[in-house]
């Protein structure tokens, strides 16, 4: 069992950086392939990123590469989502999410992940 919690959302204007956290729970927390979605008011989830339990690999959707990053400390039982150069089209609820894989595959389905966190509301403006 994992139960998740993310912080650090926010109101930010366009342009500007935020990070968000999401702390897990349980022994086994290293072992787990971590992920953030994001549901924007209408909108169904989608995938934002995913890291694997290692950290060695990562994956980013397409509307994200190269302004967010995900990352984790194992020893701290925490993710993190660095979003940089932010838009208002990033606006949405950001759900950690977490699924047992002691593999280097990423995992992009939302279906994939067994356990989610309740949300953290970034909110964008222009």
């Known amino acids: 069992q994992v139960q998740l919690v993310e912080s650090g959302g926010g109101l930010v204007q366009a342009g500007t950086s935020l990070r968000l956290l999401c702390a897990g729970s349980g022994r086994s927390f290293s072992l787990y392939g971590m992920a953030w979605f994001r549901q924007a008011p209408g909108k169904e989830r989608e995938f934002v990123t995913s890291?694997?339990?290692?950290?060695?690999?990562?994956y980013y959707a397409d509307s994200v590469k190269g302004r967010f990053t995900i990352s984790r400390d194992n020893a701290k039982n925490t993710v993190y989502l660095q979003m940089n150069s932010l838009k208002p089209e990033d606006t949405a609820v950001y759900y950690c999410a977490a699924v047992f894989s002691p593999s280097n595959m990423v995992l992009t389905g939302a279906g994939t992940y067994d356990y989610w966190g309740q949300g953290t509301q970034v909110t964008v403006s222009s």
């Open positions: 890291i694997t339990w290692s950290g060695a690999r990562t």
